[in-house]
């Protein structure tokens, strides 16, 4: 793990959606199935409240739980610290590292009037005997829980070398069944920990292939209208849809382009299904492919010059690249009776996509520049995955006791975790971009 020991001082930012809008939802909990066998050692002491009343959320618990998810952590239990300290000259190193600690997080949290309340917090890298970084905000008491995302994600940055992920969100499908064989389907936008979960749209027909705009302020999906399947891109501040299917035919597998200037979707409007690309600029639509095949499942290159997308043209589904000037068209999959749903990383190295083997569909990472694949899960239901801004982990749906659940798995595999619905299924999951 990369360590950095730089002193210095981190004042976060927040961005807060707008969610006063939003429908409020269930809580989903992720349940860490399996981490590395190494990890980093770590002591978050409780953060000191020095008010009168109770606060809504313990932010020392969030950024625990926080770290503890990535499989990366070993966080050390608050009743085996032989110390508490909530400043900087209360440390003593010697107390950690009788407690074999390599890192120590410690803060305090002070009423600032006005329903808002100071909180600080700072680093210290046990091993060197220094603070590593410390930060100080003053928020609203319900924007704590956005700031402990924030110090988790300051303190994995620092700590490992990779931006952290805990302030960006999950977007889902939740599916329940309602009277006789009807279901409510509900796009839901959670945080990445599962919790603050908010009905953004819902209908009684299905809702899958959900996107986040390059922002994150917009989300596409499809849902079926009728005997058609229709794209929207909904505004999540004001929850206003645009529709942006033609008359005739369906559309379907929407995704934006990392530069926010088009939206590559589906389309039947002219027969086959085919790919299209949509100009925000002037509403208008391109067609991309012309065959008799299959073309589905767009998705962007981190430069938005091309697409990868799943296509039968082969004789079964498999993963082609797209570039967008010329139209060269590419096979990059070989391996496997199919191959689907294909997303890059964000640095462009990688592909994360659906893997067949032996009847089983897994999730499963391409190397580009060795085309080497690794299946990454062993479960064999899975669907839809989304890789985090970081690259570091993907969350995908798929099937435990009967019911559809998300899951999380690591680039290199050796992270996993789930995230059980409490009522009906959890499927068509999609991971934000970052926020700040």
Not at 136 to 162: M, P
Not at 243 to 272: C, H, K
Not at 338 to 357: C, E, M, P, R
């Amino acid at each position: 793990m990369k360590r950095q020991h730089s002193v210095t001082t981190c004042f976060i930012s927040l961005v807060i959606l707008a969610l006063s809008a939003w429908v409020q939802a269930e809580d989903l909990n992720i349940v860490v199935t399996r981490g590395y066998d190494t990890k980093t050692k770590i002591a978050i002491v409780p953060f000191y409240w020095g008010g009168s009343q109770s606060l809504p959320e313990e932010v020392s618990d969030i950024v625990q739980n926080n770290l503890s998810r990535t499989g990366r952590f070993d966080t050390l239990p608050p009743r085996d610290m032989l110390s508490q300290p909530t400043s900087d000259d209360a440390v003593f190193y010697r107390d950690w590292r009788l407690l074999d600690q390599e890192y120590l997080v410690i803060g305090n949290i002070e009423p600032a009037g006005d329903s808002q309340v100071s909180v600080r917090f700072a680093l210290f890298d046990v091993v060197k005997g220094q603070r590593v970084v410390a930060g100080s905000q003053t928020v609203g008491v319900y924007q704590l829980r956005d700031l402990a995302h924030s110090i988790s994600d300051v303190i994995y940055e620092r700590i490992t070398g990779v931006r952290g992920i805990f302030s960006t969100k999950i977007g889902f499908v939740t599916r329940r069944g309602t009277t006789g064989n009807e279901f409510e389907y509900r796009l839901q936008v959670a945080d990445a920990d599962g919790q603050r979960a908010r009905t953004v749209y819902r209908s009684n027909e299905p809702i899958i292939s959900p996107a986040w705009s390059h922002t994150g302020k917009r989300i596409a999906f499809a849902n079926k209208v009728g005997d058609r399947w229709k794209v929207f891109v909904q505004e999540l501040a004001s929850g206003k849809s645009t529709n942006i299917s033609s008359q005739v035919g369906y559309t379907s597998s929407p995704s934006f382009s990392p530069d926010g200037r088009y939206l590559a979707y589906v389309s039947s409007a002219e027969g086959n299904p085919e790919l299209y690309l949509y100009d925000f600029s002037n509403g208008r639509s391109t067609r991309l492919t012309r065959n008799s095949y299959i073309d589905t499942e767009p998705s962007f290159s981190p430069d938005s010059k091309s697409l990868v997308y799943t296509s039968e043209r082969g004789g079964s589904p498999q993963i082609y690249k797209m570039d967008l000037a010329s139209k060269r068209i590419e096979r990059l999959t070989f391996e496997g009776s199919q191959n689907l749903k294909a997303q890059y990383s964000s640095d462009g190295q990688y592909l994360v996509f659906i893997h067949q083997y032996q009847g089983r569909f897994h999730v499963a990472a391409m190397d580009l520049a060795t085309r080497n694949i690794r299946v990454l899960t062993e479960t064999n239901l899975d669907e839809s995955p989304s890789i985090a801004p970081n690259g570091t982990m993907l969350v995908y749906a798929t099937q435990k006791r009967g019911k559809g659940v998300l899951a999380w798995v690591s680039l290199d595999g050796q992270v996993t975790s789930e995230m059980p619905s409490i009522h009906g299924d959890v499927i068509e999951p999609a991971w934000s971009p970052y926020l700040n």
